[in-house]
């Protein structure tokens, strides 16, 4: 079992659709979840932030954390073409910045 | 501010062939990090730094992989003998210091086609 779990398929919406992306993993440990976003051709660039449970919000972005569950969310509101990247969920352990990548979500905003 | 610089941003090598990479972090950055990310995946790590020291290479293929930080500044990653399945994107990342939830930014990496 990987320790992070994102379901790879590409997802198109329409501009101003809501897009729902989430993450599994199986480290009861992890303490930071973070997500990423990369445009083509360009490293991840940091998004949304949240350390252990709860929910995080930062204008159109939505963060969700449910350590119970083992599952993370991420939502954005208002979808935009320019929200077009590829949305990647990463964690870390208390103690150690080593970041556990999913594989990453390809988000299409069709105008 | 200026971002983690790399270089070369594109290379196509045969295999059995070297190759090396160049980062520049972030000034007053102390912690620089390599990344391998093949298509359709995410980035895996494959050494973390402290200053010049190494925190974590224990996902470097160290029979053909190698990386320095000589000065605590730059860094270069080098694979001697390249293999097919090390065509991927390598990325390299800093961040202030190496404590939990120090943001990692990322330079806009090296694609590497090995054929």
């Known amino acids: 079992q990987k320790e992070v779990e994102q379901d790879p398929g590409p997802l198109s919406v329409p501009e101003g659709a809501i897009v729902s992306l989430n993450c599994t993993y199986s480290n009861s440990a992890f303490q930071y979840f973070m997500w990423y976003r990369q445009y083509s051709r360009k490293g991840p660039e940091l998004l949304m932030y949240t350390y252990s449970s709860g929910n995080k919000e930062d204008g159109r972005f939505t963060a969700q954390v449910d350590k119970s569950s083992k599952y993370i969310s991420l939502f954005i509101r208002d979808s935009q073409p320019s929200d077009s990247a590829t949305y990647l969920c990463?964690?870390?352990?208390?103690?150690?910045?080593?970041?556990?990548f999913g594989k990453g979500n390809q988000v299409v905003v069709i105008p | 501010e200026a971002g983690v610089a790399q270089s070369p941003r594109y290379k196509i090598i045969e295999k059995r062939q070297s190759v090396a990479f160049w980062c520049n972090p972030i000034?007053?950055?102390?912690?620089l990090y390599w990344y391998q990310q093949i298509l359709g995946q995410g980035p895996k790590l494959l050494i973390q730094f402290q200053n010049n020291g190494v925190v974590d290479d224990s996902q470097l293929p160290k029979d053909r992989f190698s990386a320095e930080r000589l000065k605590g500044v730059d860094s270069t990653l080098k694979i001697q003998p390249a293999k097919l399945e090390d065509s991927a994107v390598y990325l390299c990342a800093s961040s202030p210091g190496p404590q939990s939830g120090d943001t990692q930014y990322f330079g806009p990496g090296t694609r590497l086609t090995v054929l």
């Open positions: 990463a964690m870390s352990l208390y103690g150690n910045n080593r970041l556990a």
């Open positions: 000034s007053g950055h102390a912690t």
